[in-house]
């Protein structure tokens, strides 16, 4: 079984910077893809960034420039450096793993999750 605990959200004013992090533990698999996804009130949770532990990356459009995605291997701990933020990215955000090793965007194809963090930004 793989864990996955988060931290890092808060209230951040537009413009700010905030850093998630995602710790794993358990039984992992170093080829395994992790990505973040995020839950807008109101809205279905989507996708915003992943991560193969092979060092592919992909970014949801909306996010690719801001956003950035990284991973440190020795410490098990992916990470999502968000800047410029947004109200817009108020939501709960997510850490999610899948035990096969492509990066995919539907959410029901991941088989780990997080707790979820909530990031508020205000105006």
């Known amino acids: 079984q793989v864990q996955l605990v988060e931290s890092g959200g808060g209230l951040v004013q537009a413009g700010g910077s905030v850093r998630l992090s995602c710790s794993a533990s358990?039984?992992?698999?170093?080829?395994?893809?992790m990505a973040w996804f995020r839950q807008r009130p109101g809205k279905e949770r989507e996708f915003g960034a992943g991560i193969s532990w092979a060092d592919r990356i992909y970014y949801k459009d909306s996010v690719k420039g801001r956003f950035t995605i990284s991973r440190d291997t020795a410490k098990n701990t992916m990470y999502l450096q968000m800047n410029s933020l947004k109200p817009e990215d108020t939501a709960v955000y997510y850490c999610a793993a899948r035990r096969s090793i492509q990066i995919v965007t539907s959410f029901n194809e991941y088989d780990y999750w997080g707790q979820g963090t909530q990031v508020t930004v205000s105006s």
């Open positions: 358990g039984r992992t698999f170093s080829s395994s893809a």
